[in-house]
């Protein structure tokens, strides 16, 4: 890896769309980190083999817990480039629901009441963030929004270039409100607090890959619902939020942030036309 090598650290590395932002920063020679709690993905989770891809070796797949600073933080030295690759699509006390200690009724009152959590901006050096309730429930606040602020937070003291977020177009109408929220509170505050770092706020709909074949079908839907959409002339986006957006394939999304992040000229909030418009001119580079 040649020492001019770009750095970036991707928390949540190991996941669907975070893996393939790995990937995509590899292929361009970049030295790239991983941060997550379980280290190297579960391959056939993400990608179409379980067998570990031939560029993962160039990824080093860092265990850390994103609530406890101090198992990161040195990891974020000399970084040029910090992407949040997180988040939560529903919350629920899983394990309470199965084991019958809690009723798939309470469950869905906890994901449509309001919650609160410390302010991440007022935490100490060293300090850690901990779930309000229990362990087994990670809510909209703490994934979604309080993750990502703590992440910038530690990147823009370490004086970063780039911080990436992976937000998203907008909600859709089965999900409590507070997913969509909490994503644009993150959004907020990052630009607000880090005015120093360049702060890019990707936006995709839903993402979709044959190595997930159930996101397919729904990919499918989410096509036929953002061409509804753009036909009624947009009346329907705040009702249908991504559910109405243009669904992209998880690859094209990953070489957006990459290219996002390396073009001077982007920042603020990046909607679904414009990944589309870098993720092209990311694939034109690497192929000169």
Same mark, same amino acid.
């Given at each position: 890896?040649?020492?001019?090598?770009?750095?970036?650290?991707?928390?949540?590395?190991?996941?669907?769309?975070?893996?393939?932002?790995?990937?995509?920063?590899?292929?361009?020679?970049?030295?790239?980190?991983?941060?997550?709690?379980?280290?190297?993905?579960?391959?056939?989770?993400?990608?179409?083999?379980?067998?570990?891809?031939?560029?993962?070796?160039? !990824?080093?797949?860092?265990?850390?817990?994103?609530?406890?600073?101090?198992?990161?933080?040195?990891?974020?030295?000399?970084?040029?480039? !910090?992407?949040?690759?997180?988040?939560?699509?529903?919350?629920?006390?899983?394990?309470?629901?199965?084991?019958?200690?809690?009723?798939?009724?309470? +469950?869905?009152?906890?994901?449509?009441?309001?919650?609160?959590?410390?302010?991440?901006?007022?935490?100490?050096?060293?300090?850690?963030?901990?779930?309000?309730?229990?362990?087994?429930?990670?809510?909209?606040?703490?994934?979604?929004?309080?993750?990502?602020?703590?992440?910038?937070?530690?990147?823009?003291?370490?004086? !970063?270039?780039?911080?990436?977020?992976?937000?998203?177009?907008?909600?859709?109408?089965?999900?409590?409100?507070?997913?969509?929220?909490?994503?644009?509170?993150?959004?907020?505050?990052?630009?607000?607090?880090?005015?120093?770092?360049? =702060?890019?706020?990707?936006?995709?709909?839903?993402?979709?890959?044959?190595?997930?074949?159930?996101?397919?079908?729904?990919?499918?839907?989410?096509?036929?619902?953002?061409?509804?959409?753009?036909?009624?002339? +947009?009346?329907?986006?705040?009702?249908?939020? =991504?559910? +109405?957006?243009?669904?992209?394939?998880?690859?094209?999304?990953?070489?957006? !942030?990459?290219? +996002?992040?390396?073009?001077?000229?982007?920042?603020?909030?990046?909607?679904?036309?414009?990944?589309?418009?870098?993720?092209?001119?990311?694939?034109?580079?690497?192929?000169?």
């Amino acid at each position: 890896m040649s020492s001019a090598a770009k750095k970036l650290i991707v928390a949540g590395g190991n996941g669907f769309l975070g893996s393939r932002i790995c990937q995509a920063a590899v292929h361009r020679g970049w030295d790239v980190t991983s941060i997550s709690r379980s280290g190297q993905p579960n391959w056939s989770s993400v990608s179409a083999s379980p067998s570990a891809p031939s560029w993962s070796t160039a !990824v080093s797949w860092e265990r850390a817990d994103i609530f406890r600073p101090a198992e990161w933080i040195a990891l974020l030295n000399g970084a040029d480039y !910090v992407v949040h690759s997180m988040g939560i699509l529903l919350e629920a006390d899983y394990k309470g629901v199965i084991s019958g200690r809690e009723s798939p009724l309470a +469950g869905l009152q906890k994901a449509f009441s309001p919650r609160h959590t410390p302010n991440p901006l007022e935490r100490r050096p060293g300090d850690e963030i901990r779930p309000p309730t229990n362990a087994n429930q990670l809510t909209y606040e703490m994934m979604n929004r309080d993750s990502a602020i703590l992440l910038a937070k530690e990147a823009a003291n370490k004086g !970063v270039k780039g911080f990436g977020f992976v937000s998203a177009a907008g909600g859709a109408p089965v999900l409590p409100s507070r997913y969509i929220s909490t994503k644009r509170e993150a959004e907020d505050v990052i630009a607000r607090e880090f005015p120093e770092m360049k =702060s890019v706020f990707f936006r995709p709909g839903f993402m979709f890959d044959s190595s997930r074949p159930v996101t397919m079908p729904l990919a499918a839907m989410t096509m036929a619902g953002s061409i509804f959409n753009g036909a009624t002339g +947009g009346v329907l986006s705040s009702f249908l939020g =991504s559910a +109405g957006t243009k669904p992209l394939k998880a690859d094209l999304v990953a070489e957006a !942030v990459v290219e +996002g992040l390396d073009d001077t000229a982007v920042k603020g909030a990046v909607e679904v036309p414009e990944m589309e418009t870098l993720a092209n001119k990311g694939w034109r580079r690497t192929m000169l």
